[in-house]
């Protein structure tokens, strides 16, 4: 196994062959998604046990709370939090004609949500302003036909550019912002958001928005300043589940430099939102001003952007993503459960250009190797996992790099720990993080030009004995070790494993 894992990876790979790793699932069923959920005492409840395999299939959960109930043919749970904070160790269970599969569901009722990085799709970076009612419904299509969702991926969420843009010429986006009352008005490409978000939640999924706490979003459109309480209420009842909140135009208002002047905005939603009568989890979008992951979770963040936009940043020798999550991987002190480093979405498959934004999307120029080492960089830092290209394009090849079962588990693993550099340098990077069965997820990453070994003596990752190895990407077990992890990595490449 080793011998050919070398093998493989040395061969020269042109962009153009993207060889698949991810296996094809079997038509047995296997369960994904997180083992720990979080809600907060009497909420609405709504979560679509992710799993693969062959359908119809028939789904159980054991040990549920009498409030919540499952759909048996559709795995869909609905109903409201148990009024009693504990936990509730739920056992999920899925059976098909090719055979059963189980798994532990921890659902913790309790203040803590997101005990596990949200995982979704934000329109952001493939539509920018071209967004309608359709295309969040259609997203949501996608996200279940393509198999999106039986990874976990659940959050459909719309960013910048639902609201009226005051001066534009535009009639559908030129109306009064708000209404008498004072409440925002959509433009009229969403007709009915109610209607939207019920789309949304009756496959199971969730539902995200976008506003700011300036006058103007950063496109220029109605943002929440000095309406912050009823934007919050209107949210709660439209039916959404996630809040970004985007800084943009506040900075014309308010000039930091104190700690209070960073956290004030977002203090106040923060609060407002958790006060809402639905679990909203709330996102932090101010670019990592004023230390924001030291805070982030104080203002009732569950995430908070570390780093300026991926899609603006520049390529220098290595492409952008990499010098995101070389600002990002600092911060592993901050990431836990309840609380996540946000670097951004993923940038893969067919995506729109953030520098030119009219531009038709177009297939990612990333080569397949760096999409490799983008989804393991985010799996192993623990970040939210937000694919920003375009749903109604989805490809093979994109499929295989979002949907991996084993290398998700890395990202949702319960311990919730972002992985620790152990090196970096211009060549290679290696990172290690600790897993709740004990095991550690390793990843060595070739960040030079040429095809490279990369190791990790166990004295480095602190580890002792022998270990089993995992090949995450290709899912096979590789010979055990005692004394270090080593691979041959093609250029801007990864070896991703679990050692057991
Ligand atoms: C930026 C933000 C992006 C996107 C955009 C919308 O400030 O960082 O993620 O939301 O605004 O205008």
Not at 10 to 34: D, Q
């Amino acid at each position: 196994m080793r011998l050919a894992l070398l093998a493989l990876t040395t061969l020269p790979l042109l962009a153009a062959e993207m060889p698949i790793l991810t296996p094809k699932p079997g038509p047995e069923p296997r369960i994904n998604g997180p083992r720990v959920y979080g809600v907060r005492p009497g909420r609405p409840f709504l979560y679509r046990i992710p799993a693969t395999g062959a359908r119809p299939m028939k789904f159980e959960a054991v040990g549920l709370p009498a409030s919540i109930k499952l759909d048996a043919a559709t795995g869909i749970l609905t109903g409201t939090a148990p009024a009693k904070p504990g936990l509730n160790k739920v056992t999920l269970r899925a059976s098909n004609a090719h055979g059963k599969a189980s798994r532990e569901f921890r659902l913790t009722v309790g203040d803590t949500i997101a005990l596990t990085p949200p995982m979704g799709w934000n329109h952001w970076y493939t539509h920018y302003d071209r967004v309608s009612d359709k295309l969040f419904r259609e997203a949501a299509d996608a996200m279940v036909a393509s198999g999106m969702a039986d990874y976990g991926y659940s959050y459909v969420s719309i960013d910048d550019c639902w609201m009226m843009k005051p001066g534009s010429d535009d009639p559908a986006l030129n109306g009064a912002p708000r209404d008498s009352s004072g409440r925002i008005r959509p433009n009229l490409r969403f007709p009915d958001m109610p209607g939207l978000t019920a789309y949304i939640h009756a496959k199971g999924l969730k539902a995200g928005i976008y506003t700011g706490p300036g006058p103007l979003t950063c496109a220029q459109y109605t943002a929440a300043w000095q309406h912050e309480e009823i934007d919050a209420r209107t949210f709660a009842e439209w039916g959404y589940d996630l809040l970004k909140y985007d800084w943009c135009s506040y900075g014309r208002l308010v000039k930091p430099a104190t700690r209070e002047d960073f956290t004030k905005p977002y203090a106040l939603m923060g609060g407002l939102l958790e006060r809402q009568n639905r679990d909203i989890q709330f996102n932090l979008c101010q670019y990592g001003m004023g230390d924001v992951w030291k805070w982030g979770a104080e203002v009732g963040g569950q995430s908070w952007r570390t780093t300026g936009d991926l899609g603006l940043e520049r390529d220098t020798r290595l492409p952008g993503f990499y010098s995101i999550a070389f600002k990002n991987m600092l911060l592993a002190d901050y990431a836990g459960p309840g609380g996540w480093n946000d670097p951004d979405y993923i940038l893969i498959g067919t995506i729109g250009n953030a520098r030119s934004m009219s531009q038709a999307p177009k297939q990612t120029t990333l080569t397949a190797w760096e999409q490799y080492s983008y989804m393991s960089l985010w799996s192993m830092m623990a970040s939210p996992l937000f694919f920003s290209g375009d749903m109604g394009r989805l490809d093979e090849f994109t499929l295989n790099v979002l949907c991996n079962a084993e290398v998700i588990d890395v990202n949702q693993d319960p311990l919730g720990k972002q992985a620790r550099v152990i090196r970096k340098n211009d060549d290679e990077l290696v990172m290690v993080k600790p897993l709740e069965d004990g095991s550690v997820a390793v990843g060595l990453f070739n960040l030079s030009e040429q095809p490279r070994r990369v190791s990790a003596s166990f004295a480095d990752l602190g580890l002792k004995g022998q270990r089993g190895v995992r090949d995450l990407w290709r899912q096979q077990d590789l010979v055990p070790v005692s004394d270090q992890v080593s691979a041959e990595i093609d250029r801007h490449g990864v070896a991703l494993y679990r050692l057991k």
